[in-house]
């Protein structure tokens, strides 16, 4: 039932394992677009949101008192997802779940969870909203009428599959109209969702199996608003497909001309080196582009056939890397080792490649079969991973680990020595080439006071049913 006036507070979390380098500026966008969303579609209702990690939301709790948590969870943040529920639970919260985790491996829904979304979550959200409104909680007879909604039925999860609604991409709300603030040194946005690639490894295609493009007119419109209303002048585009389509970007030129804004921004963005072609880098220099992050994942061809399923090459790493260099754009990488039938030899030439190409950020993570890869499902079908046995937080790229090494060519030792080499040698070019990198200061203030704030909530519990330090 649609009801006027009615108030409903909502805490929208994102959960965080403790275990890389976030920036100031690393924002979950999908959150804030949510309830923008979940205004628009719904003035009828009040909205209440906040924003919060789940190493912080305590501090909202021990405030408010929420009528849904909505919480976003990656798998290698799993773990804290459920403690989150666990506790909210405790407060008579009702908690959905969405993301890649539980879109990939919705049978691993938790009790403490009264629902989780898979797939895209904007229609699914509202849908839950309008039955809480109706009845103060989420009855199975209710959730079974969704399509994309994962729920408890008795003690059963059943599982009801995502339509193929969706919303037609420019109309999906910016996370900035209403709750987002941008970091003053720099916004993220998004230029698109989904990827062209089904990647070996890669989980980007879980929620968003097509890729969908912004338009140019929604890309400019959103610059210009941060431009205009907050002095914003250094743009990043999150997504990996910022140069996926040449026609977009010289039209996203033509508009920046109009509007007077060539020459005073600055962009950075994540692409395959596929899309870097001699055209795209012109144009990057045009929008004066401070870095372009590429995943390489090797430097052996044999590999890369592997990973990238015949998709990219090594001509087209070198490629990329000889047109950005000859402009004077940064070049971030990262590699992956560890890959079934990765070979020394091939270890040793992605060791050679980062060695005698000018890359500026590097970094090397052990691969992990996260679930809805093809690594995942190949794993699962030979039954060398068993879903109900898995603490997913051992699913992070940074956890070394020999029970999820799958590579019988090479030793667990051999590749982890590897593995620190390379990103010793990252190291040294992060500090060579960002000394002056303002965002670089800020991240390691930000992370320095989160250690703080951590050991301070080990020293000074909170209690959860007040939210008052004990």
């Not at 097509?210 to 929604?218: F, K």
């Not at 508009?255 to 060539?262: A, D, G, Q, T």
């Not at 795209?280 to 592997?306: C, H, N, P, W």
Request: net charge positive; hydrophobic share 40%.
């Amino acid at each position: 039932m649609k009801g006027r006036n009615m108030t409903i507070k909502i805490l929208f979390i994102e959960a965080r394992y403790f275990d890389s380098l976030k920036l100031p500026t690393d924002e979950n966008l999908s959150l804030y677009m949510l309830a923008t969303f979940l205004k628009d579609s719904m003035p009828y209702v009040d909205f209440e949101f906040d924003f919060a990690y789940s190493h912080n939301y305590l501090d909202y709790v021990g405030r408010k008192m929420y009528d849904l948590c909505g919480i976003y969870s990656t798998t290698q943040s799993w773990n804290q997802a459920c403690e989150v529920a666990a506790t909210m639970h405790e407060f008579g919260v009702v908690t959905i779940v969405g993301g890649p985790h539980i879109t990939s491996v919705p049978q691993s829904l938790g009790r403490y969870f009264s629902a989780g979304c898979i797939g895209p979550g904007e229609f699914v959200l509202k849908r839950i909203v309008e039955i809480y409104l109706h009845s103060k909680q989420l009855p199975a007879s209710e959730l079974s009428q969704i399509s994309g909604v994962a729920f408890y039925d008795g003690d059963e999860v059943r599982i009801n599959k995502p339509s193929n609604q969706r919303i037609t991409i420019d109309y999906l709300p910016s996370p900035y109209k209403y709750y987002l603030q941008p970091n003053k040194i720099r916004a993220n946005l998004l230029s698109s969702l989904g990827c062209p690639h089904n990647c070996f490894f890669c989980s980007a295609k879980v929620i968003n199996p097509v890729l969908r493009l912004y338009s140019a007119e929604h890309i400019v419109e959103e610059m210009e608003y941060l431009y205009k209303e907050y002095e914003i002048k250094n743009f990043k585009f999150i997504d990996d497909n910022f140069l996926a389509s040449r026609r977009r970007l010289e039209d996203l030129i033509r508009l920046l001309e109009s509007k007077k804004m060539i020459g005073n921004i600055m962009v950075s963005c994540t692409s395959s080196s596929k899309f870097v072609q001699n055209e795209t880098v012109d144009m990057l220099k045009l929008l004066r582009a401070q870095y372009v992050a590429i995943g390489f994942e090797s430097g052996a061809e044999s590999v890369l056939e592997r990973l990238k399923r015949g998709r990219i090459s090594l001509q087209d790493h070198e490629r990329a890397l000889r047109l950005l260099n000859a402009k004077g754009i940064k070049i971030s990488g990262t590699f992956i080792l560890g890959a079934p039938d990765e070979t020394i030899d091939d270890i040793n030439k992605t060791m050679r490649f980062i060695r005698r190409n000018n890359i500026h950020n590097v970094a090397a993570y052990l691969i992990k079969p996260l679930p809805g890869t093809q690594f995942w499902n190949e794993l699962l079908l030979s039954g060398k991973i068993d879903p109900k046995k898995i603490d997913y937080q051992e699913l992070a790229l940074t956890h070394y680990d020999p029970k999820w090494y799958f590579n019988e060519k090479v030793p667990f030792s051999v590749t982890v020595r590897y593995l620190k080499a390379i990103n010793r040698i990252g190291t040294y070019r992060t500090i060579r080439y960002n000394l002056t990198n303002k965002l670089l200061y800020q991240a390691g203030y930000k992370q320095f006071m989160l250690l703080i704030d951590d050991l301070k909530r080990r020293i000074y519990p909170v209690s959860k049913k007040s939210g008052i330090v004990s």
